[in-house]
């Protein structure tokens, strides 16, 4: 049984449906990917899977259990961690305080039994930016504000991490260093579902990926077989090396015309950055 399994949830927003019958599962101990061009439904699954958004239709299990109806707090009780695409630190409290917090919440024994300093100093050093420990978190750069979150959901030692575009903001140096930790965080035995654009570190560190286009799961697979699909280069680049009429009947969909102005190679690079990564 998979540790998470999303299955064929659909969420609308008025007419915009933007999770259209999308299921995927993420395992234990392996790092997942979750890709696609902007606006595919990324998020928005993250947001069901994490609580924040109830789907139109369909089901999310977790370790083993429905949980639809249990709310956000009860599934981070329960081992699930989410960062965010648009970074949700406490500004005015220094980065060491941040992850203090989030320690003594899933302690749940605030006011009884404080968080170490030498517990959160350990996290810090953990995601790489003990240096920032007595830095407003308003005032570090965007990509350390990332591993800051990383940092606060690892202070619930979670089975599941959702990563909402995490390596935005890094260095190349940073992200490769950040590609290790995945890795030792999935060793762990800890599921890891990641929306990345980033195609290298996707291609690098992922077991299994999953490619989202207009809120449909239209590849699932390898790396490699990902990067070579005729349908993720057509969602990515409006075209593929494969004519259509060279697909094999699995892999011949309609896809509806994509809005592509620039020519992205699928692998090197930022692939699906119709417009920056938000
Ligand atoms: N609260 C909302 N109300 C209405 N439409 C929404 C809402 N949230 C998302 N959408 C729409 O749903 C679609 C999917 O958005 P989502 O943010 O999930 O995409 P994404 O894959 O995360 O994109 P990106 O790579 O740009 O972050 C988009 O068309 C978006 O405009
Ligand atoms: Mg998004």
Do not use: W
């Not at 300093?117 to 005032?139: K, M, N, P, T």
């Not at 990067?227 to 060279?246: H, I």
């Amino acid at each position: 049984m998979s540790l998470l399994e999303v299955d064929d949830v659909v969420v609308q927003f008025g007419g915009v449906t933007a999770v259209n019958h999308a299921s995927f599962t993420a395992e234990a101990g392996r790092i997942t990917g979750l890709i696609g061009p902007n606006g595919a439904g990324k998020t928005t699954c993250f947001n069901v899977i994490s609580g924040l958004q109830k789907p139109t239709e369909g089901k999310v299990r977790f370790d083993g259990k429905t949980v639809n109806s249990t709310p956000v707090h009860r599934r981070s009780k329960r081992g699930m961690a989410r960062t965010f695409q648009r970074l949700e630190a406490f500004g005015s409290l220094t980065v060491r305080d941040n992850v203090r917090v989030a320690l003594d919440i899933h302690r749940g024994l605030a006011g009884l039994v404080k968080p170490g300093r030498a517990d959160i100093d350990a996290l810090l050093e953990r995601v790489g930016i003990a240096g920032y420990a007595q830095e407003r978190a308003d005032s570090i750069p965007t990509g350390t504000a990332r591993l800051l979150e990383l940092a606060r959901c690892l202070a619930g030692d979670p089975k599941l991490l959702l990563l909402d575009e995490p390596s935005s903001g890094l260095d190349e140096t940073e992200t490769d260093s950040f590609g290790d930790l995945l890795k030792d965080l999935a060793a762990e035995g800890r599921g890891v579902l990641m929306v990345e654009h980033d195609m290298d570190l996707v291609m690098a560190v992922c077991d299994v990926i999953h490619v989202l286009d207009f809120g449909q799961v239209i590849a699932s697979g390898l790396p490699t077989a990902i990067r070579s699909d005729p349908l993720v280069q057509k969602a990515y680049l409006g075209y593929s090396d494969v004519e259509e009429s060279e697909m094999s009947d699995e892999t011949r969909h309609d896809l509806p015309a994509v809005d592509v102005t620039t020519e992205i190679p699928v692998v090197a690079g930022a692939v699906g950055t119709r417009e920056a990564g938000r």
